[in-house]
């Protein structure tokens, strides 16, 4: 079973949309998780920490479910810039980084 | 401030050839990664250094080598190419912040390997 695992979509959603997707993982005593973002062909990019009790950057809105161990990302008012492949990513020991395969996100005029 | 840097930016090589990819970041993070990723996959982990002097194998460090010499830089190296090393080839840097547990890794901007 892989540690961290996404739907791979693509959700592709017209300009002002709200667009919501999931990751699980599977490793209980991970501590610290993240979503990051990755245009095509470059390296990926923080988007955010997720906290324990749901947070908010801007349009951009990340949940934790410790109990049912999953990830979600809420993108609101989707811009045509938000058009990326979104990775979860798990903290695990010795601060290494498990990685998602991504959620593909396009958003179309 | 450049962040983290790759070279070479492409590479073609021969099966059973030799090469290095070099990494360099100019933040003096404690730890530097070196990532693999390929089409439907995550970024997988090949090697990891916590310092100066110091290695460690990842999820998939058969068939690479590294050296971390100098805190700025960490090196991969494949002695004997094979096809199944084609691949994009990210090195990742940071400082752990070990009291939140909370590490941003910050990626150069990959390499990419064909091994004919």
């Known amino acids: 079973r892989k540690e961290v695992e996404q739907d791979p979509g693509p959700f592709n959603v017209p300009e002002g949309a709200t667009v919501a997707f999931n990751c699980t993982y599977s490793?209980?005593?991970?501590?610290?998780f993240f979503w990051y973002r990755q245009d095509c062909r470059k390296e990926p990019k923080l988007l955010m920490s997720?906290?324990?009790s749901g947070n908010e950057d801007g349009r951009f809105t990340a949940q934790l479910n410790r109990a049912s161990q999953y990830i979600s990302l809420l993108i609101r008012d989707s811009k045509l810039s938000d058009s990326a492949t979104y990775l979860c990513?798990?903290?695990?020991?010795?601060?290494?980084?498990?990685f998602g395969a991504g959620t593909t996100v396009t958003v179309r005029a | 401030n450049a962040g983290v840097t790759q070279t070479p930016k492409f590479r073609v090589l021969k099966t059973g050839q030799s090469m290095t990819l070099l990494c360099a970041q100019d933040?003096?993070?404690?730890?530097m990664y070196w990532y693999r990723q390929d089409p439907g996959m995550g970024l997988r982990l090949i090697h990891y250094?916590?310092?100066?002097?110091?290695?460690a194998k990842g999820e998939v460090p058969d068939g690479y080598n590294v050296s971390r010499l100098k805190k700025q830089n960490f090196l991969l190296g494949l002695e004997s190419a094979a096809p199944s090393q084609t691949s994009v080839y990210f090195c990742?840097?940071?400082?752990?912040?070990?009291?939140?547990?909370?590490?941003?890794?910050?990626f150069g901007p990959g390499t990419r390997l064909t091994v004919l």
């Open positions: 990742a840097s940071s400082s752990p912040k070990r009291t939140s547990g909370r590490s941003e890794q910050f």
């Open positions: 490793n209980s005593a991970s501590q610290s």
């Open positions: 997720v906290y324990s």
């Open positions: 990513v798990v903290n695990g020991p010795d601060y290494k980084l498990s």
């Open positions: 933040m003096n993070h404690e730890y």
């Open positions: 250094s916590v310092g100066e002097g110091t290695t």
